[in-house]
DNA sequence: CTGGATCCATGATGATACTG
DNA sequence: CAGTATCATCATGGATCCAG
């Protein structure tokens, strides 16, 4: 009997949950799309060692679960996956899980390991959720020469994570490199230069001291 | 370059996480783990379909990875698996699973599926979590007579599910089997029988009638 | 009986190259 | 840009066997 999928079959809601995204990259293309909706070599790039032909078959599964929708515009070469709301609703296990990592697997990058800002950035977010609660809404825009434009934001409530510049007036703009970047918040905060090579911080001199406060004890999640 | 664990290559806490916990049957494992110290014979029951080859394999993964602590006595037949603090702390990602779950992947069981009703009330368990506050503790003791003996308790902030009696006088008794507690669990709330045949509840009326409204919307999460 | 180990078959994943 | 095709390798499942 050729089974088509690979089951547990278990009556259990946890193996349930593990039978639509517990494959190998699966969560961790979750993860990616969580920043906002992708193009396949997106994923590519942003999943490290992926093939195309794993990723390719990660999101039909997804989709056919309802995880991720395909959005294939005719006269469009591009395709874009963006996560359906059963899909954003995966956030708070692939959080979960961030932190358990970030309290229990955390090793400095290993040489030939590939760091990728967007990861720094959520792992400083999950930990600013965890450790902070400023007394105003906030809005950081960060653009990466070489990759990218973030904007992490605070909005009385939570953090956010969003892929792209908002339209929001920023409290503070930070202009790096991914290098710059991972080198600046790799660095144990005590030991942090005042004026980080490669890492220009525009903004109120106010903004700028509460970003450097909020960020002291990044990494650690602990104490 | 013989790689001797599969990993992502990946600075990223998530990716470091699923290295640990990311493999088939692994969360699993976890799962029932989390209910307290296990033999290896008692995990190959409440895994199913597992062969021992791969779950002695995940067990070791787990106690390098320090998730489970391995408890040989010399002289003694039995091998206990238990969590180690960081295990324990994979709670809230099991959790977190499990309620995207019970949410996006709930099914009847198919025939064939394995039912074992600690599962079951593992979901109640979470359940009850999310969607009662009642205001005083409560402890429920549930004896399988087929089975096992499980003990839900509240105390006040939160629901426990414990693997065995508790020393505490319950609220109440449920005596029951596998198969009458699945069936029961399973009829939607409002056409389940008050009086369920080989479900019996024995204590204090008020507190039979507290059980039958805190299981009313079982296993419904929303709404 | 418990706690595995071993052998083999098969399916899932990876490396590399190539295409509409 | 968004994938397929092909081939090689590895992980997992099923069955069986074994030692304390």
């Known amino acids: 009997m050729a089974r088509t999928t690979r089951t547990y079959d278990h009556f259990c809601m946890l193996a349930r949950a593990l039978e639509q995204v517990g494959d190998r990259w699966t969560l961790l293309a979750v993860r990616d799309l969580l920043g906002g909706p992708r ?6 790039g942003l999943l490290g060692g992926i093939t195309p032909k794993t990723l390719s078959q990660r999101l039909r599964e997804l989709e056919s679960a309802g995880i991720v929708d395909v959005d294939r515009e005719p006269g469009r070469r591009e395709v874009w ?3 359906t ?4 609703d995966l956030a708070p296990a692939v959080e979960a899980l961030f932190v358990w990592g970030l309290r229990h697997a955390r090793r400095p990058p290993t040489p030939g390991e590939k760091v990728h800002p967007e990861h720094l950035l959520k792992a400083l977010r999950i930990l600013l959720d965890q450790t902070t609660a400023p007394r ?4 950081w825009h960060i653009d990466f020469v070489d990759d990218g434009a973030y904007t992490l934001a605070y909005d009385g409530d939570t953090w956010t994570l969003t892929n792209r510049l908002t339209d929001t007036t920023p409290d503070i703009t ?3 490199s991914r290098d710059a ?3 600046h918040l790799m660095t144990p905060a005590p030991d942090r230069p005042s004026a980080p ?3 220009e911080l525009a903004g109120d001199r106010r903004a700028i001291e509460q970003f450097k406060r909020l960020l002291a004890h990044f990494p650690d999640i602990d104490g």
Chains 1, 2 share one sequence.
């Open 85 to 88: 709301p059963a899909g954003e």
């Open 39 to 44: 193009r396949f070599t997106d994923l590519m």
């Open 174 to 176: 930070i202009t790096t």
């Open 136 to 139: 105003h809404p906030l809005v």
């Open 181 to 183: 970047w991972t080198r």
């Open 197 to 199: 090579a490669g890492v």
């Open 81 to 83: 996956y963006r996560l």
